[in-house]
Nanobody, 122 residues
């Protein structure tokens, strides 16, 4: 049973930074991709960033490119999201996801964390 546990959310002022982490346990695949999605109230879940197993190729949503950085520590089965220059529109519940390939569609991920709230005040 794969479990993903996120941590690191919270409240920050606009322009500030936050770091999220997600630890996976009960690995279902030998190699896998991990990603972050987010969902604001009234909105659909949207892709934020993804990273491959090896090489650690990354991809980002245009809205976060240059501000967010995704990374992973394979030995720890953990993925990170470093968020800088945060904006009020970044406010959402952030979800960690695990799948075979680093795609941008939520349909490509089989396992999800419970989510962590990120709130950016103006």
């Amino acid at each position: 049973q794969v479990q993903l546990v996120e941590s690191g959310g919270g409240l920050v002022q606009a322009g500030g930074s936050l770091s999220l982490s997600c630890a996976a346990s009960g690995r279902a695949f030998t190699t896998y991709a991990m990603a972050w999605f987010r969902q604001a109230p009234g909105n659909e879940r949207e892709f934020v960033a993804a990273i491959n197993w090896s090489p650690p190729n990354t991809r980002y949503a245009d809205s976060v490119k240059g501000r967010f950085t995704i990374s992973r520590a394979n030995a720890k089965d953990t993925v990170y999201l470093q968020m800088t220059s945060l904006k009020p529109e970044d406010t959402a519940v952030y979800y960690c996801a695990l799948g075979l390939l680093p795609g941008t569609s939520s349909a490509g991920y089989s396992y999800w964390g419970q989510g962590t709230q990120v709130t950016v005040s103006s």
